[in-house]
T-cell receptor
Framework: EVVMTQSPATLSVSPGEGATLSCRAS??????LAWYQQKPGQAPRLLIY???TRATGIPARFSGSGSGTEFTLTISSLQSEDFAVYYC????????FGGGTKVEIK | QLQLQESGPGLVKPSETLSLTCTVS??????????WGWIRQPPGKGLEWIGS???????VYNPSLNSRVTISVDTSKNQFSLKLSSVTATDTAVYYC???????????WGQGTLATVSS
């Protein structure tokens, strides 16, 4: 099983500031990596796939990078609606999710 | 617009079988090279993939749940279903259904349904 590790567990950020979230895979997943956003009581929403391609309708302030085992999600300037939990997911070898990073208001 | 909707009992007794159905609307479950999957999320915790199925009935399961999971498809009803046997309290979770293509992420999700295991 490919283990996905996200850091930090919680990130405190002021509105308008940027945020960088990390995701590490226990073995290479190539670029088969997605990022999701989840708000309380809602299903996850696909943000990024292929490590760096934004899904339909996702604002340009969200960007993804990385390949192999190290990945990053960057939010350039946090808006109020961006405070949520973010999950990475690999789909190179079965499917596994990271434990999530909660982005909270500082 | 593709929509998915989970349904099923919200309460299941320990040792029994949890059964859920996902109804797909706004598109055919038989079209395209898609799989249809189940993902769960225990209260306050992260996401766990359970398994996926395509329109012809080909399945892939999470190895950690493989012995207890059965996923089936009914193309005439545009539905697919999950059965999880011998449940315990640790199976209490919100269960989501979602669409996925091979080597792709889950792009459409249902709203989720809470299944509680309790006597």
């Amino acid at each position: 099983e490919v283990v996905m590790t996200q850091s930090p567990a919680t990130l405190s950020v002021s509105p308008g500031e940027g945020a960088t979230l990390s995701c590490r895979a226990s073995q290479s997943v190539s670029s088969n990596l997605a990022w999701y956003q989840q708000k309380p009581g809602q299903a996850p929403r696909l943000l990024i796939y292929g490590a760096s391609t934004r899904a339909t309708g996702i604002p340009a302030r969200f960007s993804g990078s990385g390949s192999g085992t190290e990945f990053t999600l960057t939010i350039s300037s946090l808006q109020s609606e961006d405070f949520a939990v973010y999950y990475c997911q690999q789909y190179n070898n079965w499917v596994t999710f990271g434990g999530g990073t909660k982005v909270e208001i500082k | 617009q593709l929509q998915l909707q989970e349904s099923g009992p919200g309460l299941v007794k320990p040792s029994e079988t949890l059964s859920l159905t996902c109804t797909v609307s706004g598109g055919s479950i038989s079209s395209g090279n898609y799989y249809w999957g189940w993902i769960r999320q225990p209260p306050g915790k992260g996401l766990e993939w359970i398994g996926s199925i395509n329109y012809s009935g080909s399945t892939v399961y999470n190895p950690s749940l493989n012995s207890r999971v059965t996923i089936s498809v009914d193309t005439s009803k545009n539905q697919f279903s999950l059965k999880l046997s011998s449940v315990t309290a640790t199976d209490t979770a919100v269960y989501y259904c979602a669409r996925v293509a091979l080597y792709s992420p889950f792009d459409y999700w249902g709203q989720g349904t809470l299944a509680t295991v309790s006597s």
